[in-house]
């Protein structure tokens, strides 16, 4: 059973496009993450979602935008894609508060051309 | 406010060598401390953790022992394989709103036969 499962693995599109990713977790989580890593490897928080509930907001371009249908989902969408925009995107999640590890999914790589 | 410095790499070491990765935090309050391992085209997954001092968090023959004195939390292992070349995370969580999660840069650790 795949616990964090995010889809497409794999996503190349040329700049100015709208792209998604979705992200689905089985573990009865109430929270969820976007992370972006860069070609470096470093690791960005870019939203934090509790219960449907924006709770996590760093600064990133207002061209991504979360959606979180319910709290099993987290997808991410992406308006006018840029060349910069190209790294891979994790989705996580974790219960909320105290000391609890975060499950990561496999990741999306996106490329823009 | 809360950071994780981690040693720079990559690393490059012999099989059976002993390997130590070093981490320092700074937190506000009481963090919980985690190594976390990327395997290469996958997500994240948990190594280890400890919640509070003096904690010893071992996993796949790695240890890390949370150091409040020296705000450290440093990655070992006794003798490495060919299979635990994998970049690796150290991270912090004050269990604040959100459940944030502060990330290191990565090591990247090669071991060749």
């Known amino acids: 059973d795949t616990a964090v499962s995010q889809t497409p693995k794999y996503l190349v599109t040329q700049m100015g496009n709208d792209k998604s990713i979705k992200c689905e977790q089985n573990l009865g989580h109430d929270t969820m993450y976007w992370y972006k890593q860069d070609s470096k490897k470093f690791l960005k928080i870019m939203f934090s979602?509790?219960?449907?509930?924006?709770?996590i907001n760093e600064t990133v371009p207002n061209r991504f935008s979360p959606k979180s249908p319910d709290k099993a989902h987290l997808n991410l969408h992406i308006n006018s894609l840029e060349l910069g925009d190209s790294a891979v995107y994790f989705c996580?999640?974790?219960?909320?508060?105290?000391?609890?590890?975060?499950?990561f999914g496999p990741g999306t790589r996106l490329t823009v051309t | 406010g809360n950071s994780v410095t981690q040693m720079e790499g990559p690393v490059t070491l012999s099989e059976e060598a002993f390997l130590t990765i070093n981490c320092t935090y700074t937190?506000?309050?009481?963090?919980?401390l985690f190594w976390y391992v990327q395997y290469p085209g996958e997500g994240l997954q948990l190594l280890l953790k400890a919640t509070k001092a003096d904690d010893k968090g071992s996993n796949k023959g790695f240890e890390a022992t949370y150091r409040k004195e020296t705000t450290s939390f440093h990655l070992e292992k006794g003798s490495v394989q060919v299979s635990d070349s994998a970049v690796y995370f150290c991270?912090?969580?004050?269990?604040?709103?959100?459940?944030?999660?502060?990330f290191g840069t990565g090591t990247s650790l090669t071991v060749i036969p």
């Open positions: 996580a999640s974790s219960t909320r508060g105290g000391s609890y590890e975060q499950y």
């Open positions: 937190a506000t309050g009481y963090p919980s």
């Open positions: 991270a912090l969580s004050d269990g604040s709103t959100g459940n944030q999660f502060y």
């Open positions: 979602y509790n219960n449907k509930e924006l709770i």
